[in-house]
């Protein structure tokens, strides 16, 4: 039987009193930790090209922190199940400030393998962390949960800014072990994000529907859900798929690292830029819209970077994938939120976001391979089969033209 700590119980009268509170702590808590991913992205290929024995082996530390997030996603849905959304928090942010540590480590000693053990820490802690959007839509009453979900990805903007000020103002700081300092302050952030997290209340649900609810097999099968699925797999899968690649193609057209770190930081910027209004675009034109909108900016994004490999042609690129990235994914979590019952909500967000993290390693594993044989064009153009994939899914189950005001 599922139970909750006492930190997630909030008084049955009105289990939504707490909602301002915890939405604006999940959202200071989404900017610090979010810190973590972009940290791993500037500083993960670098430092894989300076540790690795084998330079072809450069930005597996980068795909081991995808394979971190799509393994740790449904035990971290479990301890949520089992113990209440806090304990996985809080376990999260303890393989956070393991990953700062151990990365700090690998690099004194120029271990590559350590160094790959702590980005899988880093990848669990950054699967926690994006679950905090579905605690969000949990302190919420049914019409308020897709703003209240975006208000927490807004947090990401700032973690765009913070982890590459971080990884500037630190990474000269423990000479001559470029980065080392970068990964302490990495741990100390997220320690920071684990004491805003300790003040989050969250709702129980009420006696009667904490049952174990539908087999997850019957919940997976609603055409709702494959569709919300699809989008939200490839929504992520090409974003990290055409970001893991940029920053190198950049680098293999003779553009400087700034440029490359530039673009990067726009990029992240953003992804989460448009959640201060993506909930209010869901809300009023429904989360089918939305999320298909999100696949026209990640179609358009494909296209601007075949057409020549500038600086301005890379920016754009990736500001319009980080763009499409946050209406096709923010759009696909609300769309998860209409499929489960509120007792099987922690089993099932879990489940959706493995097959979205599951996927997404695979792209990353892919994407570096395909630009060092065949070159950025093929990169960009592989990516429009998987976008064809889900308009297909979209269109054929009727969700956009079903999609009326609220989702």
């Not at 610090?32 to 500083?43: Q, W």
């Not at 806090?86 to 376990?91: D, N, S, T």
């Given at each position: 039987m599922p139970h909750a700590t006492t930190a997630d119980r909030a008084e049955p009268a009105d289990p939504y009193r707490h909602e301002k509170g915890n939405v604006l702590r999940l959202a200071v808590a989404q900017a610090?930790?979010?810190?973590?991913?972009?940290?791993?992205?500037?500083?993960g290929a670098i430092i894989g090209n300076t540790l690795a024995p084998d330079r072809s082996l450069a930005t597996l530390?980068?795909?081991?922190?995808?394979?971190?997030?799509?393994?740790?996603?449904?035990?971290?849905?479990?301890?949520?199940?089992?113990?209440?959304r806090?304990?996985?928090?809080?376990?999260g942010t303890g393989c956070g400030m393991l990953a700062g540590l151990l990365a700090a480590l690998a690099v004194v000693l120029g271990s590559f393998w350590l160094f790959c053990a702590a980005t899988f820490f880093g990848g669990a802690y950054a699967a926690v962390v994006l679950s905090f959007r579905f605690a969000a839509a949990d302190c919420a009453p049914p019409e308020r949960r897709p703003r209240a979900l975006s208000a927490v990805m807004a947090g990401g903007v700032f973690a765009g800014v913070i982890g590459p000020q971080l990884v500037t103002f630190t990474m000269d700081m423990w000479l001559p072990h470029v980065f080392a300092a970068t990964f302490v302050a990495q741990a100390a952030v997220a320690a920071i994000s684990a004491v805003i997290l300790l003040g989050v209340r969250l709702p129980v649900p009420p006696r009667a529907e904490t049952g174990r609810g539908r087999p997850l097999g019957v919940i997976a099968r609603q055409p709702r859900f494959i569709t919300a699925v699809v989008c939200g797999v490839v929504s992520y899968l090409l974003m990290n798929f055409l970001m893991t690649a940029a920053p190198l193609a950049m680098r293999m057209c003779g553009l400087s690292q700034e440029a490359a770190n530039l673009g990067l930081q726009w990029h992240v910027i953003a992804m989460y830029g448009p959640s201060f209004f993506t909930g209010r675009l869901i809300t009023r034109f429904g989360a089918p819209?939305?999320?298909?909108?999100?696949?026209?900016?990640?179609?358009?994004?494909?296209?601007?970077?075949?057409?020549?490999?500038?600086?301005?042609?890379?920016?754009?690129?990736?500001?319009l994938l980080g763009l499409g990235w946050n209406f096709g994914f923010v759009g696909a979590s609300a769309m998860v939120l209409e499929c489960h019952r509120?007792?099987?909500?922690?089993?099932?967000?879990?489940?959706?976001?493995?097959?979205?993290?599951?996927?997404?390693?695979?792209?990353?594993?892919?994407?570096?391979?395909?630009?060092?044989a065949y070159g950025w064009d093929t990169v960009l153009w592989m990516s429009f089969i998987p976008l064809i994939a889900a308009v297909a899914a979209l269109t054929v189950s009727g969700a956009p033209r079903r999609a009326g005001g609220a989702a």
């Open positions: 610090f930790a979010g810190a973590n991913a972009t940290i791993v992205y500037a500083t530390p980068i795909s081991i922190f995808v394979v971190g997030m799509a393994a740790c996603t449904l035990p971290a849905g479990a301890i949520a199940q089992r113990h209440g806090r304990a996985a928090f809080l376990a819209r939305v999320v298909m909108a999100g696949l026209a900016l990640t179609a358009a994004s494909a296209a601007i970077g075949l057409t020549g490999v500038a600086v301005a042609h890379f920016w754009v690129t990736l500001i509120p007792e099987e909500r922690a089993r099932v967000q879990s489940f959706n976001d493995f097959a979205v993290f599951g996927t997404m390693a695979l792209g990353s594993f892919l994407s570096g391979g395909l630009l060092t």
